[in-house]
């Protein structure tokens, strides 16, 4: 078998194992935007079924003698005899197609089957615990959910921390050594910041915010906001869901959906920026590599660096509202005719600590970040009871916040992550935040227009500039490697620090 016939029989395996994984998506989709609340139920057993195809399919011998053909399955290393005839390229995609399936190996199908019934029973435990505020409830699955995690991380090998298995997962390569230092700096540079916005005598009136806005015309103006970021509806929709999210089955088809409150107006305009963020990277996808690790995203925290980036570097800043607060306006006379733009772009931009994560602002939200990422790793290095979790929530709250929650569903029952199995998730959003301020920093660089066409609503530059420099690679470079090739940098919180320093500082006059 000559090297180009056996990486096109794996790329042709891979695409028809992709199939079954769309399939699941679309049921997924379907799930949580239309599907009647009665086919729960057998919706659960559909995906299930699709899913573990895709599994059986992947770690197959069939997956597994196209390999062969093309590396050693012992050390993953390409066979000398087809290195060379193999570009760049398609060295990279079975670099990756190898991560994915020697990961997938080791984990035994029955300890997979048993963590999915888990973390599905864990979850049902965890809606009814949050609503009746029962952490004790949620205590036995939580506990039983830790340890198989633990296990999960002994099955796939770990250096210095089973919690470093668990985080690859979701950011090949990050360690806890890597984050550690990272979020120390941080956390000092923020809660800094934070102690002088407190101080500061402006006061935003967020009081605008909470108005009567008719929610049609929320969503149509998240539609022309998605327009001007080149979200092409042709190859996408939006939607409306409980949780906004986005979904790609192909850069062809990439669904974002919101969410809509009428007495709450950021909710619906922020979700469409920043869902739209994370459909233009599916979007910008290469269509050529469907199926392949090449045509996949790199990790989660390059996919939320680019939501984050239209978000807040983009839809929070003065420049974007100089062309699209007229627009508001013209939608919401009543509402917002006589509101300067001065005070709307205040008020959008408050900083005040909050309990729960997904409602805090730009600044809080790290913090946020950080006590969980603490958290998960002494319950996953085994340094703290699981029953103490309430306790040791609450203190790292008043110590990062200064705040404490009233009760545990306000606590650390709010987020479905551990339910859901996901330790490691967590610190892919502050990662995010800090990839989305590097990048943001070297467009600017790239672009020196910038700042004049988002005054102008001409949002395409950028948009085209993460197409070349992000999107169009897949899984080709690392997260660490395509950071460093776009910026010139390894990773480093500065470029965010300085952002929060500079828009902050002018916002809230700080000494
Ligand atoms: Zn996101």
Redesign the pocket.
């Known amino acids: 078998m000559s090297d180009s016939t056996a990486l096109e029989l794996l790329k042709t395996k891979l695409r028809s194992i992709h199939h079954l994984h769309d399939a699941a998506a679309l049921l997924s989709w379907d799930q949580e935007t239309y599907m009647p609340t009665g086919g729960g139920a057998i919706r659960a057993e559909q995906l299930a079924t699709l899913q573990t195809l895709a599994h059986d399919q992947f770690v197959s011998a069939d997956t597994e003698a196209l390999l062969i053909a093309l590396l050693d399955t012992s050390s993953g290393a390409i066979l000398p005899e087809q290195a060379a005839s193999l570009d760049a390229a398609s060295q990279a995609l079975l670099r990756e197609t190898w991560r994915d399936f020697s990961r997938a190996k080791k984990l035994p199908s029955t300890f997979v089957n048993e963590l999915e019934r888990e973390c599905s029973l864990a979850q049902q435990v965890w809606v009814k615990a949050r609503k009746t505020n029962d952490f004790q409830l949620f205590l036995p699955n939580l506990e039983r959910l830790v340890e198989l995690k633990r296990r999960e991380a002994d099955y796939l090998g770990f250096t210095d921390s089973p919690y470093n298995a668990l985080l690859d997962t979701y950011e090949p390569g990050a360690t806890v050594a890597q984050l550690k230092p990272l979020f120390h700096t941080l956390r000092t540079e923020l809660v800094r910041l934070l102690d002088q916005i407190r101080q500061s005598p402006v006061h935003p009136q967020t009081s605008l915010m909470t108005q009567s806005y008719n929610t049609d015309q929320q969503v149509e103006f998240g539609r022309l906001v998605l327009t001007h970021m080149g979200y092409d509806f042709q190859r996408g929709r939006l939607d409306l869901s409980a949780h906004p999210f ?1 979904t790609a089955f192909h850069p062809t088809d990439v669904r974002v959906t919101t969410r809509v409150f009428e007495r709450d107006l950021p909710s619906c305009l922020f979700s469409c920026i ?2 739209g ?2 459909g233009l990277y599916d979007q910008g996808l290469p269509p050529s590599q469907y199926g392949t690790p090449l045509g996949e995203s790199i990790s989660l925290g390059i ?2 660096s680019q ?2 980036l239209w978000e807040n570097a983009v839809g929070r800043s003065r420049e974007f509202w100089q062309y699209f607060y007229p627009k508001l306006q013209a939608r919401f006379p009543e509402q917002l005719g006589s509101v300067p733009e001065s005070e709307f772009y205040l008020a959008i931009n408050r900083v005040s600590p909050s309990l729960i994560r997904v409602e805090a602002d730009e600044l809080t939200y790290n913090l946020h970040i950080m006590l969980r990422f603490e958290i998960e790793l002494d319950v996953i290095e085994g340094r703290v009871m699981i029953d103490d979790l309430p306790d040791v929530w609450n203190a790292k709250m008043q110590d990062y916040l200064g705040i404490i929650p009233t009760s545990d569903a306000d606590g650390v029952l709010q987020d479905v992550h551990w339910s859901l199995g996901a330790f490691g998730y967590f610190p892919t ?1 502050t990662l ?1 935040n800090l990839y989305a301020a590097m990048l943001f920093q070297q467009a600017k660089i790239d672009l020196p227009q910038l700042g004049q066409h988002m005054t102008e609503g001409n949002l395409l530059p950028l948009k085209n500039w993460l197409n070349d420099r992000v999107h169009r690679w897949g899984r080709q470079y690392s997260a660490s490697d395509l950071i460093k090739q776009v910026t010139g940098m390894a990773l480093t919180p500065e470029p965010f620090i300085d952002g929060l320093r500079e828009k902050f500082g002018a916002l809230y006059q700080l000494p």
Do not use: D, L, N
């Open positions: 986005t920043h869902e963020g994370h996919h939320e939501s984050r959003y995010g």
